[in-house]
């Protein structure tokens, strides 16, 4: 098992999945890998558990399961552990968030009853929506980090865990522009002593991560490691970082239907999108300042498909308009409504619309796990810093500065399965198909 040489650390012993928030997400994401543990469910939506992956030429037969190809933890090695500012169990916040039917969570109810949360890294100023108990207090920022360290380092001691992971899955924070403290590790460290308001909570969480030589993965579209002070210290600590934002509803739409616009060269004049959303990541999203940081991240993706400096007359002056609307009756059952206008062949104007009824937590739990495993393999393989491998996850993935982010979600596939070949080292695929043609 190497990368080029370099040896992939086998899966021993327990991974610690650490979560930061334990609601609807978090608590579906647990429930489910409890029933499958159980043998009372299947991984649905899970690409560790259920994709596969070829190898080699397509007359070759070899599709093996992804989880049988690499060395992924085994789901019976995994333990839970969460951080949240309500102090409710996994089991009582399950019932609460209201997406799983009662009855799968009280056959769940002694599992989810011992996931209680540690107190968690709270500012109101960052989420003003909600109002917790269950929350840290300090002297400064750097205090708050280093209890986070010391709550990993307990957990690990406690549940015998060998490797931890942290995925943040908590709610969105205000939207928040790079500044002068965010540019070295030094200013960072500085203004976290200094209590400095332009630290979020999802950064002391990713700082204390890092230090602790934990590999993180943000599921919100909240800045957190994406400034260079917390990626040049991952990449001094050899730790994978990787985000932002779940790709789950409107947004997984968007890159299974605008990549195929683009290949039949079919233009767009206006993609015009709206939600309705019940739950609590709902509510947030109803305050202004927290939803710029969500529709920042809706808005690229569209663009960054279409390239409409590359087809100008395809793409070039198209409306691209996102709305959120918090409608507590729907729960977590989000629908997410797009009405697509699109013209053709000398210009004839067609349109095409989408009504997705879909479970927000439903999609984001399988993503949850993917990226709690293969961020786990991306560390013993020695992998560091951005994970852009796993942009297939995300709805503004990470990259390296000055590189544009695939979102087109087929491509984001084919990236993810050719690393998972290169790491193994197994040849790539490029999709020829030439060679079954020559004699």
């Known amino acids: 098992m190497a990368v080029k040489g370099v040896e992939i650390a086998p899966a021993n012993g327990k991974l610690g999945i650490l979560l930061v928030g334990l609601g609807a997400v978090s608590t579906t994401f647990v429930a489910g ?9 299947k991984p649905f939506g899970s690409l560790t558990q259920m994709g596969t992956i070829r190898l080699g030429k397509r007359t070759d037969n070899r599709s093996p399961l992804i989880k049988d190809f690499v060395p992924l933890a085994n789901l019976d090695d995994v333990v839970f552990g969460a951080w949240d500012i309500f102090s409710d169990s996994a089991y009582e916040a399950a019932l609460h968030a209201g997406v799983l039917e009662k009855a799968l969570v009280e056959d769940l109810r002694e599992q989810l009853d011992s996931l209680k949360p540690m107190s968690a890294v709270f500012s109101h100023n960052y989420v003003k929506r909600l109002n917790g108990t269950n929350i840290k207090e300090g002297k400064n920022k750097m205090e708050l980090a280093e209890q986070l360290m010391a709550d990993m380092a307990n957990f690990k001691e406690e549940k015998g865990c060998d490797r931890l992971v942290i995925v943040w899955a908590a709610s969105t924070e205000i ?4 500044s002068e403290i965010h540019q070295t590790v030094e200013a960072f460290e500085k203004a976290m002593y200094d209590n400095d308001e332009r630290i979020a909570p999802s ?20 800045l957190t490691v994406d400034i260079p002070a917390l990626l040049q210290l991952a990449e001094q600590n050899g730790v994978p970082i990787c985000g932002k934002d779940f790709k789950t509803g409107q947004t997984l739409m968007k890159t299974i239907i605008a990549p195929g616009l683009k290949a039949r060269m079919l233009g767009l004049d206006g993609w015009y999108s709206t939600n309705i959303l019940g739950n609590r990541d709902g509510e947030v ?3 202004p300042e927290n939803f710029k940081t969500k529709e920042e991240s809706k808005l690229s993706v569209l663009e960054t498909i279409l390239q409409p400096d590359v087809h100008p007359d395809l793409y070039g002056n ?3 308009v996102v709305r959120i609307n918090y409608y507590p009756p729907r729960g977590d059952n989000k629908e997410g409504w797009d ?26 739990a399988p993503l949850v796990l993917d990226l709690a495993l293969f961020m786990d393999l991306a560390q013993r393989a020695g992998m560091k810093g951005i994970q852009e491998w796993l942009s297939f996850y995300f709805k503004a993935p990470q990259t390296a500065d000055g590189l544009y982010p695939e979102h087109d979600i087929f491509i984001q596939l ?9 790491l193994m080292d197994e040849e790539l695929i490029t999709h020829l198909g030439l060679e079954y043609y020559e004699e």
């Not at 950064?203 to 909240?222: Q, R």
Request: positive net charge; proline residues 4%; glycine residues 6%.
């Open 285 to 287: 999203l109803d305050d």
């Open 33 to 41: 890998v409890e029933a499958v543990r159980k043998g009372t469910a």
């Open 203 to 222: 950064m002391i969480y990713a700082y204390a991560a890092i230090k602790a030589g934990v590999p993180f993965a943000n599921g919100a579209p909240n």
């Open 414 to 422: 084919k990236k993810l399965k050719n690393t998972l070949r290169y």
């Open 339 to 364: 009405a697509i206008d699109i013209f053709g062949w000398l210009g004839y104007k067609m349109q095409i619309k989408v009504d997705f009824l879909c479970r927000d937590s439903i999609l984001a």
């Open 175 to 178: 939207f928040l522009e790079p």
């Open 318 to 320: 198209f409306s691209h």
